[in-house]
């Protein structure tokens, strides 16, 4: 008789529970802890578009000096979708906004930040119109704070965090980046312009802000202005605004009106094209009878 061996499985820090919002679970994370600034001196955090918005705010910098000075840039997927990570002080995996008393940017801190020691799975049913939202309990080694006696539900913490606004602010564009990962071959390859377009729309909000007030972005989009001058004036009502463009660059849903002139435009230029095109072909087909009869002559 073979006996069945058990290799040891590698132990992972997600506790294998799925929690709800009035589910409870035990954790304090504070400044007399031992373990005070172990979690952010080892970091791999993904950024969101209002942790930017938040941050940039903070430092009183543009998002282009946060981008270039404190994130770190990766790539989403196989089609080379644009993400950014928080970025690790010189030669350590230390966040750059960490000091001795702790987080440098706490009220603004990302929302990886604020969610640990929870971690936050959003599924959609199928043929349903919302997300689910399940979280489960994530404990490393060195965090101590799952030994505290405090003891909160979900939704207590996520209050205690101001997750809310941070998860409102960001939902629209975790479901983008879903559907187009998730997606696959109907969703198709993007363009190099559309990855542009989502870098611009995601993370560099003043050079969207820009793109949006520019000539161009104007003649092609209608826009009501009150809208205009609200999305050119507040930054969380622009990202919002990114958002919807997104859906349009990325999955050509109509979310903003283009101008009848504009539109009438573009189809001028594509039959344009379409014309040029089967004039070359025409061409090249003439070119190919040409050299079969000069072949025949031979
Ligand atoms: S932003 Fe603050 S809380 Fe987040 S990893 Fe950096 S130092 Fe830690
Ligand atoms: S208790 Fe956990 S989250 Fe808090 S400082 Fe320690 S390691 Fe970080």
Redo the contacts with the bound molecule.
């Keep these: 008789m073979s006996q069945e061996v058990h290799e040891p499985r590698p132990q992972s820090p997600i506790e294998p529970v799925r929690l709800g919002a009035d589910d409870a679970f035990r954790f304090r994370c504070h400044k007399g802890i031992p373990c005070f600034n172990k979690?952010?001196q080892n970091?791999d955090?993904m950024l969101a578009p209002y942790d930017l918005l938040r941050l940039k705010k903070r430092l009183g910098i543009t998002s282009r000096e946060l981008i270039d000075g404190c994130t770190a840039d990766f790539t989403m997927d196989g089609d080379g979708m644009p993400g950014l990570k928080?970025a690790t002080k010189e030669g350590t995996r230390e966040?750059v906004?960490?000091t001795k008393d702790g987080?440098?940017?706490?009220e603004d801190?990302?929302s990886a930040?604020r969610y640990y020691a929870l971690g936050l799975l959003a599924m959609r049913k199928k043929d349903s119109p919302t997300d689910e939202d399940s979280y489960f309990v994530v404990k490393e080694d060195h965090c101590l704070g799952h030994f505290e006696q405090q003891t909160q539900t979900v939704a207590e913490y996520r209050k205690s965090q101001g997750l809310d606004h941070y998860d409102d602010m960001n939902r629209e564009w975790r479901r983008v980046v879903l559907k187009k990962r998730s997606g696959g071959p109907a969703v198709g390859k993007p363009s190099q312009r559309s990855l542009e377009l989502f870098f611009l729309a995601s993370y560099d909000l003043d050079g969207f802000r820009d793109f949006v007030a520019s000539q161009g972005f104007g003649q092609l989009f209608e826009l009501e202005p009150a809208l205009s001058q609200q999305i050119l004036s507040d930054d969380e009502a622009l990202l919002q605004f990114a958002l919807r463009f997104l859906k349009q660059a990325l999955f050509g849903e109509i979310t903003i009106p283009v101008r009848k002139d504009a539109a009438e435009r573009r189809r001028e230029r594509y039959r344009a094209k379409v014309e040029a095109l089967e004039r070359e072909a025409a061409a090249r087909r003439a070119d190919e009878q040409d050299d079969l009869y000069d072949s025949l002559d031979e």
């Design positions: 979690c952010c970091i955090i928080l966040c906004f960490l987080c440098g940017v706490y801190r990302p930040c």
